[in-house]
């Protein structure tokens, strides 16, 4: 393992801790469940990384936040692995943010 800027080291642990707390309020999901309906996706983590980088003073942009979370700029990831939705994960999507009340 490489060693890592302390900065960053504090900005991923905030945003772990972030997940943490959004799994902690989604109890009523299984670990099956969190396999395929999470109520959070890649975008809501790329907010977490750049609200914690602004917390920690580093500043990063949402295009390097969102980087960082897919490994890769996010129109490369858009164009290699992003398909269209089906009409149920809309709907299953809808339910999740409605009941969660998610941006």
Not at 40 to 48: K, P, T
Not at 74 to 81: A, I, L, M, N
Request: aromatic share 8%; hydrophobic share 35%; proline share 3%.
């Amino acid at each position: 393992m490489t060693d890592i800027d302390p900065k960053q080291a504090q900005i991923e642990a905030a945003v772990f801790r972030r997940l943490l707390d959004h799994l902690d309020q989604r109890k009523d999901v299984q670990n099956i469940d969190l396999m395929g309906w999470s109520g959070f996706c890649r975008n809501c983590l790329s907010d977490w990384y750049a609200e914690a980088s602004e917390a920690q003073g580093a500043l990063v942009d949402k295009d390097a936040a969102r980087e960082r979370i897919y490994g890769m700029p996010y129109s490369d990831f858009k164009s290699q692995y992003q398909t269209k939705a089906t009409d149920e994960q809309l709907r299953l999507m809808q339910e999740s943010v409605a009941k969660n009340k998610l941006p």
